[in-house]
């Protein structure tokens, strides 16, 4: 054979070998693209699988290299992409560019929003390509030791009845930004010589809400069947289709409510039946806002920084740091994530893109959000309808702590905050966050007249109309709230305070530069019950009369008191944060100057003025006379166990007409009341002892001893119910102390 016909013969089988080999080498030209949105991928160095060298993508994801024409496979080395086609190769020619698309290491999870309490919750990130995942706890409740499987997290989130205290009565269940269980996650994705990927995932078990009857629409509102055994939930109509409720059979039940209107929702163990109104926050200026409608409380509302927070942060006042985030607490009906109409989700937002804070942002702002750019009407009364007339038993739901809880308890474990604000923790720790007894008729605090100071649509009532006294609604009363002492309608006073500076009238007299604390004393005097002018009248809360040495019967008026000079009165010392062991439990909106019982004096309530001195120590001797020097509440104990003990030996023999009579041997406070009490604390007349002492009850010994002897008695209750140890008003309390101790012997 010759030559030329072996060359023919090996022709193809060359031909193919170079076929199968890839083809001439060429300089080509390629994009490499995101699989999944189809953008270019830069600033990453790709080359032919397992051979050539690695060259770098630009801004558009071009590349030049050198490669066999045909198919080839390509692998890339930084950057956050997966190897691109491993399945499928890429043709290579040197007469077109061509496109790789590689998939990303990772597809992150979502979000989860409103993911429910008592669930079981898994956040798993899609591998692409080989790499390792690992979870963070960036926020949130402490979840320890995290379970991350096959890349997913797996975790439990908590009970609602674990997160909030539930009222014993049917209801909505305020729940506050600490009680929604947001958890953030960093999750963070490593493969070999590839970028490590991060990204947060948010989890949040639920929404914040009010615990009024004016809901957003696109919330879970839960709901709570009281402290009764059996709960079944009805939904007895709804603007659309019937929407169902969650765990109907429980005492908490949730819905949620997909339309504008109203919903009514019965428990049917107790036929307890509410109308909840629901509706998207950007729709509600169609009902509010108009110039004929609350017009005070419109112009007072724009004195405060509610009206003009979000604007200063807009414009830089608040810092390079005032973001997204920071609409939750100062913008309308803010909660990220939920579909609710708020400004994060306003159909004027397609037009905005946020910037930094600069003068100027403000008005940048399309008009149709600029209008809500604050925290506005329906933030604090919900973005429903007004409840109509026959559901006015509702009224008082809107003065709970709740609608101040949505921004006001920030923690410091919160993912949308750069601050703390702790007013409604500390607020849970005082007297004031709950009732006196019982909430029955029966309690003292719900009665005509007693509400006034002991609720807080009373004591709103009152200040607004003071003619009258309300009388509040069992299903719905609130102890003594936020709205009780601030206004959200008021910017002129100070802390939007509803009382500042002169409080009213004691004894007849003007009570004046009291500061912030004369909004303490407008409750916090003798005069504060219905009747003063009877004769068996007590002194039901003498904290003013103390402080300004007046009150005390067949006492002096004592004009120098170094407290009195305060500038906030009552608030610089009640209201002076506590640090160490007392922080958050006294001090700031506990109103406590020593922690609850026989814990230690808040030393930075005394500093002010009596710098590192041990409190108890301060203004140590013998105040009583009896020759032993001790601290003012060794010395006022001491005081007062010898005036009831002479007290006593007076009430001797005095007994009431009961089938058992009662003996006196001392007297306390019911109801604004002086009564006698026998030595197991019964009330003489009281005679089926149920704790109610009728007109017809009263025993006459109050009306009837000599002057000396009730003054005595009224001025022992003075000193106990003013609950300073003498604090308040030395000079004055022991002197007080001391004429009572004569005038009984």
Known sequence: MGSNQRALLWAPLFLSLLVACGGKTVEATGVLRDLRSGAPIANTEIRVAGEGEWVRTDENGRFTLSAKTGEQRFELRGGAHCDPHRDAPVQVSAEAEFEIFAAPIAEF?????????????????????????????????????????????????????????????????????????????????????????????????????????????????????????????????????????????????????????????????????????AGPYHRIRNDCGRSACHGEQDQGWRGTAHARTMRRGLEGDLGEEFNEECWECHANGVELG???????????????????????????????????????????????????????????????????????????????????????????????????????????????????????????????????????????????????????????????????????????????????????????????????STVAFAPHAPQLDMLLGRGARGVNTANENPHRQAEGSCVSCHMEEASGELEGIAGGHTFLVRGRGTGPINQAACAQCHQESDPEQIGARDWDGDGESGTLTQEMRRLTRAIEAALERKLAGTRDSCSTPHEAVGVRDQDGLLVLVDAEGHVLGDCDENGVLLASERVDFIRDAPERIRNAAYNLLLLRRDGSNGRHNPNYAFEIGRQALRSLR
């Open 338 to 532: 939920v579909q609710n109409g708020g400004l994060h989700m306003n159909p004027n937002r397609r037009y905005y893109r946020p910037s930094e804070p600069h003068e100027g942002a403000y008005e940048e702002l399309p008009r149709g959000m600029r209008q809500y750019a604050s925290v506005w009407c329906s933030d604090c009364h919900g973005p429903g309808r007004i409840v109509p007339p026959a559901s006015q038993w509702q009224y008082g739901a809107k003065f709970g702590v709740g609608v101040c809880a949505q921004c006001h308890d920030v923690n410091e474990d919160d993912p949308n905050a750069n601050h703390v604000s702790n007013h409604v923790d500390e607020w849970r720790v005082s007297p004031m966050s709950t009732f006196i007894g019982e909430l029955n008729e029966q309690n003292p605090a719900l009665r005509r007249g007693c509400a006034s100071c002991h609720t807080a649509e009373g004591f709103s009532h009152w200040r607004n109309d003071d003619t009258t006294r309300f009388l509040p609604n069992l299903a719905t009363v609130q102890p003594v709230t936020c709205p009780t002492c601030h206004n959200p309608h008021g910017g002129d006073a100070p802390q939007m305070l509803r009382v500042h500076g002169s409080s009213d009238p004691l004894d007849g007299q003007p009570v004046d530069n009291l500061g912030n604390g004369a909004i303490c004393a407008t409750c916090h005097r003798s005069e504060a019950v219905e009747d003063p």
């Open 109 to 277: 999870p979502r979000d989860q929003i409103q993911a429910g309490y008592d669930e079981d919750i898994r956040v798993e990130v899609e591998l692409n390509c080989a790499a390792e995942v690992r979870f963070v706890q960036e926020a949130g409740p402490s979840l320890g030791e995290l379970n991350v499987e096959e890349g997913a997290l797996r975790f439990h989130t908590p009970a609602l009845a674990t997160l909030v205290d539930l009222d014993a009565r049917v209801g909505i269940v305020p729940i506050d930004r600490a009680a929604r269980a947001a958890y953030v996650f960093r999750v963070e994705v490593e493969a070999d010589e590839r970028e490590t990927l991060q990204e947060e995932v948010r989890v949040t078990a639920g929404a914040v809400t009010t615990g009024h009857f004016q809901v957003p629409t696109g919330t879970d509102i839960y709901l709570n069947g009281g402290d009764g055994s059996e709960h079944e939930w009805r939904m007895v109509a709804s603007p659309g289709e019937t929407v169902p409720i969650v765990d109907a059979g429980d005492r908490i039940a949730h819905f949620r409510a997909p339309e504008f209107g109203p919903y009514v929702v019965r428990h049917e163990p107790t036929m307890t039946e509410f109308m909840i109104n």
